[in-house]
DNA sequence: AGCACGCCGACT
DNA sequence: GTCGGCGTGCTC
């Protein structure tokens, strides 16, 4: 008989893959009243696939055109994910042009989805060994050591790809099973406790008990400790506390001693669930603020009366983080929870440990050092509410706030906000924006140098506008310079790529013993090897870009696709052992100092030297305490660090990034020259910039120089106008990737064809090769669509460049064609 | 995205 | 002859 599919509840949910839409499975008729909106599910989706769900909607609608399978298992008794983090998840995927699943997938904490691996275990009925081949037979006698193998084991231990078949005919003969195995992944922390198996009564039995141990003095020890901890008198009401058996043991207590007063019924132990934070201290720190800063709070906090969205634009050093603090208290002290984004790496450093003194336990940070587990504890406390303020990167944007106050967005013109890599390609200051406006919360963007479009909003009264622009105490601003590398040239001052001038400065510097940063926008030795003989340089043979030359290693990397080899020592193709380092990197300008001054200490801080989270805090650590002299190093050094001694910054490479192919290159030069000069002359140090250029006249160096925002924001605007960028247009970049050239250009010209019919040819660009036109194997075609908001109805634009894409791919020709759209592309 | 099914080259 | 390569289509 067919079951009755009235009166059944059914559930849409969200599944973690790129395919749009919700799924409707069948609610078990015993699990309804726990298929509640945003809890956890576990579904099969396809043959033999498990994956996490998040149920989006209940109804008891069946569906028509297939029957819905049931659920696996209900994982919450709550919801893990609340009906704003759904509206959120459904408008990023509608915005960014991406599914639900994929927003979802990447906003839950990986350890809020449950594994699913296909494993295969040996049949407890089988013997006909005679019967099997020799693959089969050693997949079966593996299976007789260790139980239960996943696929991938089976792939390693029998050296191929394609182990179903093989597996498939060992469970046709009844040789093996294979199961799912579904585990959670969040593990809370326990912690095993050592306590006093019964409350001794009055101190003379506890006094008896040590007695008693007198002729077992290791056993002696370990009481006499626990009743340091714990002391006769308290035995009473704190015993049942225990101490933590770690603290117990510590400094090489007897472990078979404390065994041996377990099995004598003096002692047990037990485990206890503890929060990963538990041994936060708690908060100690007060922070005060000068006359000016309050001001500025107070404006701020004015502003936020008035506008969801208020950009705050304080110099370098004018103390943005002590106006945070004192915000982020009264909001907190409202009854609200704030979130403070930050780029990524500035989260590893001094700023969190300051916020923590201040703000101790109440303060979550939801970083990708931090490990699964702890993320799931910061998820869950910011749910339950004990967790008020976390400090993030930007995915902690899609944290399940449930009274959401407030927004910081520390250094808002950070790219590093959007997201580019796996869909969804979210913009977090912009989500924080969208957020705020369904919440009622509020968005406070700082930055010293803000983005085009953020300042242009404040200049139209969209954005409040708050602006501090003078130093904290009497700090100055640092005196930036310009040198002349034309002069220099022709007067041959110039030693390896150092000025004269720049190499002075250093000079002085060391001798005053005072610090000093060179920043360079190019790590590695030299971007690129060449043969003297032959001409050959070393290219890399899935991209289309050059090798750089890493001397820690001795080798080629490719900064694109990772590739790595050896570095030749002769030329590979004419054998001569005239190659050369063509060009400067970070690497380069460290060896060029030791060789220049060879008394000065110098160290580099780049990607290369911060793999590991201490790399970065030993650098850092070693410069604030003096032991460096020279700290050389990209555009990491422009980001949240706080040095006291450094009175000189010198810059390299300035023309290249002003020059940049991108019509946002002199936003992106002004913003990070400006940064990393921020870096000299703190406190009462009175700082130095020398930015060496071949055109110093240019105009964004001009600015930099006098420190002026406005007139660069007046100038700059002026072009976005002019040629329809951002902030006038909203930009949609299309990506179109083929093994094949060809296809991949073909595909693209269609593309831009249709899409140039429907909104005009003025507002579409391309398609045109990539900068880098080939990336592991692939080439790489890009159009750009330009789209006034107050003309072009976006919703309608988007679905029509998706139905696009598909009737493209429809085209036999263009099946294999990778198409990826990036909506307000940076 | 995975995963299964289905159709052609290099091996026994 | 088969094994196994990856093209194509589907997933509630």
Redesign the pocket.
């Known amino acids: 008989m067919d079951e009755n599919l009235f009166d059944t509840t059914f559930v849409d949910v969200i599944l973690p893959?790129?395919?749009p839409g919700l799924?409707?499975?069948r609610v078990p008729k015993d699990w309804e009243k726990y298929a509640i909106i945003g809890a956890r599910v576990v579904v099969?989706?396809?043959?033999?696939?498990i994956l996490t769900a998040v149920i989006a909607k209940v109804h008891d609608m069946p569906?028509s055109q297939?029957k819905?399978?049931y659920l696996q298992e209900i994982l919450d008794n709550r919801a893990s994910v609340t009906p704003t983090q759904l509206w959120l998840f459904q408008w990023v995927a509608d915005y960014y042009m991406c599914s639900v699943g994929e927003v979802m997938n990447m906003a839950l904490p990986a350890g809020l989805k449950i594994n699913s691996q296909s494993k295969i275990q040996l049949h407890p009925n089988f013997e006909r060994f005679e019967d099997l081949e020799a693959i089969e037979l050693q997949i079966v006698e593996s299976l007789k050591l260790v139980d239960a193998l996943s696929f991938d084991e089976v792939a390693n231990l029998i050296n191929?790809?394609?182990v179903?078949?093989i597996l498939k005919k060992l469970v046709a003969k009844h040789a093996i099973i294979i199961f799912e195995e579904i585990s959670e992944k969040y593990k809370p922390k326990v912690e095993k406790r050592i306590k006093l198996k019964r409350v001794y009564e009055g101190s003379e039995e506890v006094l008896g008990l040590i007695d008693s141990l007198e002729k077992t003095p290791k056993q002696q020890e370990i009481l006499l400790r626990y009743l340091s901890h714990i002391s006769i008198q308290d035995l009473r009401l704190k015993n049942n506390e225990g101490i933590v058996k770690a603290v117990l043991m510590q400094d090489g207590l007897s472990e078979s001693s404390l065994k041996t007063l377990m099995k004598n019924g003096v002692f047990e132990d037990y485990e206890q669930i503890v929060s990963r934070f538990a041994d936060l201290p708690e908060p100690t720190g007060e922070i005060y603020l000068s006359e000016k800063q309050q001001e500025t709070a107070d404006a701020i906090m004015r502003a936020m009366a008035e506008k969801s969205t208020v950009l705050f634009r304080g110099i370098t050093g004018s103390g943005k983080t002590e106006i945070y603090v004192d915000i982020v208290q009264q909001v907190i002290n409202s009854g609200s929870q704030v979130l403070l984004l930050l780029p990524e790496i500035a989260l590893t450093t001094q700023i969190v440990s300051r916020l923590r003194k201040v703000f101790g336990k109440g303060l979550g940070i939801y970083h990708s050092k931090f490990s699964d587990n702890e993320r799931v504890e910061v998820w869950n406390g910011v749910l339950d509410g004990s967790i008020n303020f976390v400090v993030g990167v930007r995915s902690s944007i899609f944290l399940p706030f449930q009274q959401l106050g407030l927004i910081i967005v520390d250094e808002e013109h950070e790219p590093s906000y959007k997201q580019f890599d796996p869909a969804p390609r979210y913009h977090a200051r912009d989500v924080a924006i969208v957020l705020a406006l369904k919440t009622g919360a509020r968005v406070l963007l700082g930055s010293a140098t803000p983005s085009l479009e953020s300042y242009f909003q404040a200049k139209n009264n969209k954005f409040g506008l708050v602006e501090l622009l003078e130093r904290f105490g009497d700090a100055e601003l640092p005196q930036i310079g310009l040198v002349n590398l034309v002069n220099e040239r022709k007067e041959k001052t110039i030693e390896k790529d150092f000025s004269a001038q720049l190499l002075n400065a250093l000079r002085t510097n060391l001798e005053r013993k005072e610090q000093s940063i060179i920043f360079l926008n190019r790590r590695g030795y030299a971007p690129y090897l060449n043969c003297q003989t032959c001409n050959w340089i070393g290219t890399c043979d899935q991209c289309a870009v050059s090798l750089t030359y890493h001397m820690g290693q001795k080798n080629l990397v490719c900064h694109y696709c990772g590739h790595n080899v050896a570095a030749p020592r002769l030329c590979p193709v004419c054998s001569s052992p005239g190659i050369k380092a063509m060009g400067t990197g970070t690497e380069k300008i460290e060896d060029d100092l030791r060789d220049l001054l060879p008394e000065a200490r110098v160290a580099r801080m780049d990607l290369d030297t911060t793999k590991t989270k201490n790399a970065y805090l030993d650098i850092i650590g070693a410069f604030e305490k003096g032991e460096i002299d020279i700290l050389v190093g990209t555009q990491m050094l422009s980001k949240g660090l706080d040095f006291d001694g450094v009175t000189l910054v010198g810059v390299f490479n300035a023309d290249k990034m002003i020059h940049f192919p991108d019509f946002r290159s002199p936003e992106r030069a002004f913003q990070l020259i400006t940064q990393v000069s921020g870096r000299s002359g703190r406190r009462n140090n009175a700082g130095k910039v020398l930015i060496q250029t071949a055109s110093p006249d240019n105009r964004i160096l001009q600015y930099i120089v006098n420190n002026d925002y406005e007139s660069f924001y007046t100038d700059e605007i002026i072009d976005r106008e002019a040629y329809n960028y951002p902030p006038y247009t909203r930009l949609i970049e299309i990506i179109i990737k083929d093994v094949s050239q060809e296809v991949a250009h073909k595909a693209a010209a269609v593309l831009a064809e249709s899409i140039s019919n429907y909104l005009g040819k003025d507002r579409v660009l391309g398609p045109e090769k990539a900068l880098v036109e080939r990336v592991r194997n692939k080439y790489v075609f890009e159009i750009w669509i330009k789209l006034e908001k107050e003309k072009i109805n976006m919703a309608a634009t988007k679905t029509f460049l998706l139905n696009e894409k598909i009737n493209v791919m429809a085209q036999?020709a263009f099946?294999?064609v990778q198409i990826i759209f990036n909506v307000d592309a940076i």
């Open positions: 893959v790129p395919i799924f409707t499975y099969e989706f396809g043959k033999g696939r569906p297939y819905a399978k191929t790809k394609e179903s078949p036999k099946k294999s």
